[in-house]
C-alpha cells in the first residue's frame, strides 16, 4: 500500500500570501494518479486537482499542482479568506489512499 | 447537476451488518464510465476509500475491508449500496457516497460526493 505524507500538519498564513502544501509518497507513483481536494468545515471534500496538474471544473487558477515520483505539491498562489480550510492530496493508481491533510489557518 | 445523498441508520450494532444507500439524481448510475464510490472518515482520522463500483458492475474493494465488503447497484431505483459485516466500533465515520471518475485507464478519483452521513458503531 502506498501511504501519503502530507506536511506540515498545520499552516499559519496571512490573506495574500503564497503557499505550497506537500504530499509525499512512500514509493515512486505516476503523477497521473495524483488528485487533491478542499475540505471546508462540516462539507463533503471538493475535487481541486486530478492527474497531478488538471484543475477540475470550476476550480480558479490560482490553484494548481506539479511534482512527480514522491513528491507531489498544491500551490495557492494568492490566499483567499475561502481558502483557509484542509487539502487532501489522493492516490488512485495500484493502491487507493489519501494523505491525513493539511490544515491552512489564518495567522 | 448531479447531485447523491446517503440514507441508512445512523446507529449500528456491534457485530450487525451496516447497510447505505446512495440516491443518485441528476444522471444515470448505468451511464457509460461512470464510476461510483463509498469513502469514509473515522473521528480524527485520515480517509478511507471502501470501494467502487463501475457502470458496467465491476466492483473494487479496499484490501483491508475486502472480506467484509459488497457494493452493489439498482439501476431501476438509480441508487447504489453499501454493506459492511461483522461492523466493530473502528467502523464508526461518516460515510460519503461519491461520483467517480477514472484516469489513464486507472480507477478512480472522485468528482462528486454526497453530503456524507454520520455512522456510530455501539450497543
Known amino acids: 500500500e502506498i501511504v501519503l505524507t502530507q506536511s506540515p500538519g498545520t499552516l499559519s498564513l496571512s490573506p495574500g500570501e503564497r503557499v505550497t502544501l506537500s504530499c509525499r509518497a512512500s514509493q515512486s507513483v505516476s503523477s497521473n494518479y495524483i488528485a487533491w481536494y478542499q475540505q471546508k468545515p462540516g462539507q463533503a471534500p471538493r475535487l481541486l486537482i486530478y492527474g497531478g496538474s488538471s484543475r477540475a471544473t470550476g476550480i480558479p487558477d490560482r490553484f494548481s499542482g506539479s511534482g512527480s515520483g514522491t513528491d507531489f505539491t498544491l500551490t495557492i498562489s494568492r490566499l483567499e479568506p475561502e481558502d483557509f480550510v484542509v487539502y487532501f492530496c489522493h492516490h488512485f493508481g495500484s493502491s487507493r489512499t489519501f494523505g491525513g491533510g493539511t490544515k491552512v489557518e489564518i495567522k | 447537476q448531479l447531485q447523491l445523498q446517503e440514507s441508512g441508520p445512523g446507529l449500528v450494532e456491534p457485530s450487525e451488518t451496516l447497510s447505505l444507500t446512495c440516491s443518485v439524481s441528476g444522471g444515470s448510475i448505468n451511464s457509460y464510465n461512470f464510476y461510483w464510490g463509498w469513502i469514509r472518515q473515522p473521528p480524527g482520522k485520515d480517509l478511507e476509500w471502501i470501494g467502487t463500483i463501475s457502470y458496467s458492475e465491476s466492483t473494487y474493494y479496499n484490501p483491508s475491508l475486502k472480506s467484509r465488503v459488497t457494493i452493489s447497484m439498482d439501476t431501476s431505483k438509480n441508487h447504489f449500496s453499501l454493506k459492511l459485516t461483522s461492523v466493530t466500533a473502528a467502523d464508526t465515520a461518516i460515510y460519503y457516497c461519491?461520483?467517480?471518475?477514472?484516469?489513464?485507464?486507472?480507477?478512480?478519483?472522485?468528482?462528486?460526493w454526497g453530503q456524507g452521513t454520520r455512522v456510530t458503531v455501539s450497543s
Open positions: 461519491a461520483k467517480q471518475t477514472d484516469h489513464y485507464q486507472r480507477c478512480c478519483y472522485t468528482t462528486e
